[in-house]
C-alpha cells in the first residue's frame, strides 16, 4: 500500500525516487514526485517543498546534470530544513560534495 490515510511516509517516497533514477527511469521518478508531493507529511522539521528540493537534486546529479543539481542543493541550504534536521543537513552536504567533485572542483569540495 502506498499511502497510508492519504499520506505518504517520506522514506518510502525517497526510496521509490531512487529506485527508480537506479532504473535509469528519470522521467518517472519526475511525475511520481509530481504526483505524490500533496501526499508527503508536513511536519515542524520537513518542509514537503524542501524535501522535494532535495529529491530534485538527488534526481538531477545520478542524471549527470551536476549545474541543476547544485541550484538545488544551494535552495535546500537556505531552507528551514537544512539547518533543523542533522540528517538532512548531512545529506545535503554529502551531494555537495559529489557535485564538486564531478565538476572537477576539488576546492570547492574542501571549503
Given at each position: ?17 531512487l ?56 535552495e ?35 571549503t
Amino acid at each position: 500500500m502506498l499511502l497510508d490515510n492519504g499520506v505518504i511516509g517520506i522514506s518510502r517516497f525517497k526510496n521509490i525516487v531512487l529506485a527508480s533514477i537506479i532504473l535509469r527511469k528519470k522521467k518517472w521518478a519526475i511525475e511520481f514526485m509530481d504526483k505524490y508531493a500533496v501526499s508527503l507529511p508536513e511536519t515542524k522539521k520537513i518542509s514537503r517543498e524542501s524535501f522535494l528540493t532535495l529529491n530534485r537534486a538527488i534526481v538531477e546529479l545520478f542524471s549527470k546534470n551536476l549545474e541543476k543539481c547544485l541550484k538545488h542543493i544551494q535552495e535546500f541550504q537556505n531552507s528551514d530544513m537544512y539547518h533543523k534536521d542533522v540528517y538532512y543537513k548531512i545529506s545535503c552536504d554529502k551531494l555537495f560534495v559529489k557535485v564538486y567533485f564531478g565538476l572537477n572542483d576539488m576546492e570547492a569540495c574542501i571549503t
